[in-house]
């Protein structure tokens, strides 16, 4: 699409928000980094992140900033981006004397409209910054001031302004309508419609397959059924094949070959569990875990197929790409996913890896999916971890431990749905917690393990709270989990949002 909204990628572990609440109002953005600014063309808007540098380092992300006025057009500065502007206005940016993280209280200047159009008098907004602005550059215009009466919305001139918050966080309560407000701004804004999306998708696998085998592990969950049904759609040369590793959910591999036969997609099963149980054997680091669970897939997968197989296909998601930061990247690694280990990024680099979704987010697959016609069941479907329980076990992998989780996840998720929770919930699932504890169990006393309950809500995985069930129907799980299976003894409640905790246990 031409003129798209170019978001300027700072390293802000919220920076594809930004891409994604465009979306949502119906226009069509794209990630570039700093250096690519160039290769934005003729924008329709620009938006520079945050991002976890200082402005005040040596080697700080910068910006073409005689190239930026050219393009005139409007540009919104969040966080990093904000304070680099005031610099580059001619202002200054100091060390904050604390960092400030979480919500705050957004007060418009009293008669200010532009992108604060139709806000409330106060308005909570959600701040993660160490830096602040210090001095202003002259005729810089102070839009909005915290509770303490620090300027936190600036602009500089019609066209340029600037945020110390995140409004693309859900957070920030309108933050939809100060980007909104922003795009107003702008002229001949791209449309964005998952239907067109989809039809760009398709060329894009294409372009980059140029012929070659492609082959393409499935798991059943909604990124890898909807990657499957996109190069089925696409009319490339690909093999579907599901690797059983030992680490799935009660049932998972009759549920998956009967799902794929539904949509006339056809699949080849390897098990390979007894594979990928022995690697883990012993092995109690969470990154290891991932680090052997992703290396172990490539291995399999290729072993499988043959040298012959030129490409391989994955259902990578942003929030992967963005959580899985390499250190030559602006962002800060969180945790390595199991589709970001060395082996994925040197076939990356030799252009053998092809991510057609890795500019979504899962609620804009799970559209896709729709779109390309599956079932309900599928795309409705909770995620559910590349590594698999191996990331709900913490500590030592072992049969025993899996056969808990599974056995205490079937009646937790059974009763989700039973009771009319599933479609509610993002995501939920029990955990193993590697510790034991004493009970009573018939009149004796027991030593059993600990679980967890983990029920949460998001948008996007990139921040989530947690699901307020129903006593009765955590009383309910509790019980038959206590009852039914073998080596529990105690049944808790994970009340953490993301952040601070992660989604999954590891």
Same mark, same amino acid.
């Given at each position: 699409?031409?003129?798209?909204?170019?978001?300027?990628?700072?390293?802000?572990?919220?920076?594809?928000?930004?891409?994604?609440?465009?979306?949502?109002?119906?226009?069509?953005?794209?990630?570039?980094?700093?250096?690519?600014?160039?290769?934005?063309?003729?924008?329709?808007?620009?938006?520079?992140?945050?991002?976890?540098?200082?402005?005040?380092?040596?080697?700080?992300?910068?910006?073409?900033?005689?190239?930026?006025?050219?393009?005139?057009?409007?540009?919104?500065?969040?966080?990093?981006?904000?304070?680099?502007?005031?610099?580059?206005?001619?202002?200054?940016?100091?060390?904050?004397?604390?960092?400030?993280?979480?919500?705050?209280?957004?007060?418009?200047?009293?008669?200010?409209?532009?992108?604060?159009?139709?806000?409330?008098?106060?308005?909570?907004?959600?701040?993660?910054?160490?830096?602040?602005?210090?001095?202003?550059?002259?005729?810089?215009?102070?839009?909005?001031?915290?509770?303490?009466?620090?300027?936190?919305?600036?602009?500089?001139?019609?066209?340029?302004?600037?945020?110390?918050?995140?409004?693309?966080?859900?957070?920030?309560?309108?933050?939809?309508?100060?980007?909104?407000?922003?795009?107003?701004?702008?002229?001949?804004?791209?449309?964005?419609?998952?239907?067109?999306?989809?039809?760009?998708?398709?060329?894009?696998?294409?372009?980059?397959?140029?012929?070659?085998?492609?082959?393409?592990?499935?798991?059943?969950?909604?990124?890898?059924?909807?990657?499957?049904?996109?190069?089925?759609?696409?009319?490339?040369?690909?093999?579907?094949?599901?690797?059983?590793?030992?680490?799935?959910?009660?049932?998972?591999?009759?549920?998956?070959?009967?799902?794929?036969? =539904?949509?006339?997609?056809? $699949?080849?099963?390897? !098990? *390979?569990?007894?594979?990928? &149980?022995?690697?883990?054997? #012993?092995?109690? +680091?969470?990154?290891?875990?991932?680090?052997?669970?992703?290396?172990?897939?490539?291995?399999?997968?290729?072993?499988?197929?043959?040298?012959?197989?030129?490409?391989?296909?994955?259902?990578?998601?942003?929030?992967?790409?963005?959580?899985?930061?390499?250190?030559?990247?602006?962002?800060?690694?969180?945790?390595?996913?199991?589709?970001?280990?060395?082996?994925?990024?040197?076939?990356?680099?030799?252009?053998?890896?092809?991510?057609?979704?890795?500019?979504?987010?899962?609620?804009?697959?799970?559209?896709?999916?729709?779109?390309?016609?599956?079932?309900?069941?599928?795309?409705?479907?909770?995620?559910?971890?590349?590594?698999?329980?191996?990331?709900?076990?913490?500590?030592?992998?072992?049969? =025993?431990?899996?056969?808990? $989780?599974?056995?205490? !996840? *079937?009646?937790?998720?059974? &009763?989700?749905?039973?009771? #009319?929770?599933? +479609?509610?919930?993002?995501?939920?699932?029990?955990?193993?917690?590697?510790?034991?504890?004493?009970?009573?169990?018939?009149?004796?006393?027991?030593?059993?393990?600990?679980?967890?309950?983990?029920?949460?809500?998001?948008?996007?995985?990139?921040?989530?709270?947690?699901?307020?069930?129903?006593?009765?129907?955590?009383?309910?799980?509790?019980?038959?989990?206590?009852?039914?299976?073998?080596?529990?003894?105690?049944?808790?409640?994970?009340?953490?949002?993301?952040?601070?905790?992660?989604?999954?246990?590891?």
């Amino acid at each position: 699409m031409e003129h798209p909204i170019a978001v300027i990628d700072y390293g802000s572990q919220y920076t594809q928000l930004i891409v994604r609440r465009i979306r949502e109002l119906g226009y069509y953005s794209k990630l570039y980094q700093p250096d690519e600014l160039s290769e934005t063309g003729k924008p329709a808007a620009v938006i520079l992140s945050g991002g976890p540098r200082s402005t005040l380092d040596d080697d700080a992300p910068d910006i073409d900033f005689d190239y930026l006025v050219k393009m005139d057009v409007p540009v919104l500065g969040v966080c990093y981006g904000m304070q680099l502007l005031n610099i580059k206005f001619g202002g200054s940016v100091a060390p904050g004397n604390t960092r400030e993280y979480g919500p705050a209280s957004l007060v418009p200047e009293a008669g200010v409209d532009g992108i604060f159009k139709g806000l409330s008098d106060s308005s909570q907004i959600w701040m993660s910054h160490s830096d602040t602005v210090s001095n202003l550059p002259d005729g810089t215009e102070i839009m909005g001031r915290n509770l303490d009466g620090v300027p936190v919305a600036l602009k500089w001139n019609d066209q340029y302004y600037g945020i110390q918050f995140h409004p693309e966080v859900s957070h920030t309560k309108e933050g939809q309508e100060i980007l909104k407000n922003f795009l107003s701004l702008a002229g001949d804004l791209p449309k964005f419609e998952m239907s067109s999306f989809k039809d760009e998708l398709i060329e894009r696998v294409r372009e980059e397959v140029a012929g070659r085998k492609v082959v393409c592990g499935v798991s059943g969950g909604v990124d890898s059924s909807v990657l499957a049904a996109l190069l089925h759609e696409s009319g490339v040369d690909a093999r579907y094949i599901f690797v059983d590793n030992g680490l799935l959910r009660k049932d998972e591999a009759e549920d998956v070959q009967s799902l794929f036969g =539904e949509v006339g997609i056809e $699949i080849e099963t390897i !098990d *390979a569990s007894e594979k990928f &149980l022995g690697s883990l054997a #012993g092995v109690a +680091d969470p990154e290891e875990k991932r680090r052997r669970i992703g290396s172990l897939f490539v291995d399999v997968f290729f072993g499988a197929v043959g040298d012959d197989v030129e490409m391989l296909a994955q259902g990578t998601l942003y929030p992967d790409v963005i959580e899985s930061a390499t250190s030559g990247s602006i962002a800060s690694t969180i945790k390595t996913h199991h589709n970001r280990v060395s082996q994925i990024m040197d076939l990356k680099a030799q252009g053998r890896i092809l991510e057609p979704l890795d500019e979504l987010f899962k609620d804009e697959v799970r559209e896709l999916g729709r779109v390309l016609g599956l079932p309900e069941r599928v795309v409705g479907r909770h995620p559910f971890p590349g590594p698999g329980l191996a990331v709900r076990c913490p500590g030592e992998v072992t049969p =025993e431990k899996l056969e808990i $989780i599974r056995e205490a !996840d *079937a009646i937790f998720i059974g &009763l989700l749905h039973s009771k #009319g929770w599933y +479609d509610s919930v993002w995501q939920a699932y029990a955990a193993l917690i590697p510790t034991k504890t004493v009970g009573v169990k018939g009149d004796e006393r027991s030593y059993e393990y600990a679980l967890s309950l983990r029920a949460v809500t998001s948008e996007d995985a990139m921040t989530a709270e947690w699901v307020h069930l129903p006593y009765e129907l955590l009383g309910e799980i509790s019980n038959r989990i206590l009852n039914e299976v073998s080596g529990v003894n105690r049944v808790l409640y994970d009340i953490s949002t993301k952040p601070p905790a992660s989604i999954e246990w590891e």
